[in-house]
C-alpha cells in the first residue's frame, strides 16, 4: 500500500516561488515513477512532471526552466520547486506513485495571483 500525502500548496504573487512536498508512506524500492499532475478549475487534470526509479525526469513544456522535481529517497519524499509562476499555474497539484497501480495524494491548491 501506497500512501501520499502533499503539502507546501499556497497562495503567491505571479513571478513568485513555492515548494511542494510529498511524503510517501512505505517502501519507494518498488515505486517506478512518482511525478507531479495538476488541475485547474473545468480543466483536465494534466502531467506536470515526473521522475523514475532510475533519476531520469520528465517535464511538461508549460514549465519547462520554471520548475524543478527532485527527491530524497531517505526521507521519502518528493519535491516539486516552482519558480516565476504565472497564474496560470494556479491548479490543485497533486503527487502521484506508479507501483502497479497509479496512486494519488490528496493535492494541494497552489493559487498565482497577477
Known amino acids: 500500500q501506497v500512501q501520499l500525502v502533499e503539502s507546501g500548496g499556497g497562495l503567491v504573487q505571479a513571478g513568485g516561488s513555492l515548494r511542494l512536498s510529498c511524503v510517501v508512506s512505505g517502501s519507494m524500492s518498488a515505486i517506478s515513477v512518482m511525478g507531479w499532475y495538476r488541475q485547474a478549475p473545468g480543466k483536465e487534470r494534466e502531467l506536470v512532471t515526473s521522475?523514475?526509479?532510475?533519476?531520469?525526469?520528465y517535464y511538461a513544456e508549460f514549465v519547462k526552466g520554471r520548475f524543478t522535481i527532485s527527491r530524497d529517497i531517505a526521507k521519502k519524499m518528493v519535491y516539486l520547486q516552482m519558480n516565476s509562476l504565472k497564474p496560470e499555474d494556479t491548479a490543485v497539484y497533486y503527487c502521484?506513485?506508479?507501483?502497479?497501480?497509479?496512486?494519488w495524494g490528496q493535492g494541494t491548491q497552489v493559487t498565482v495571483s497577477s
Open positions: 521522475i523514475t526509479s532510475g533519476g531520469s525526469t
Open positions: 502521484y506513485a506508479a507501483r502497479g497501480s497509479i496512486h
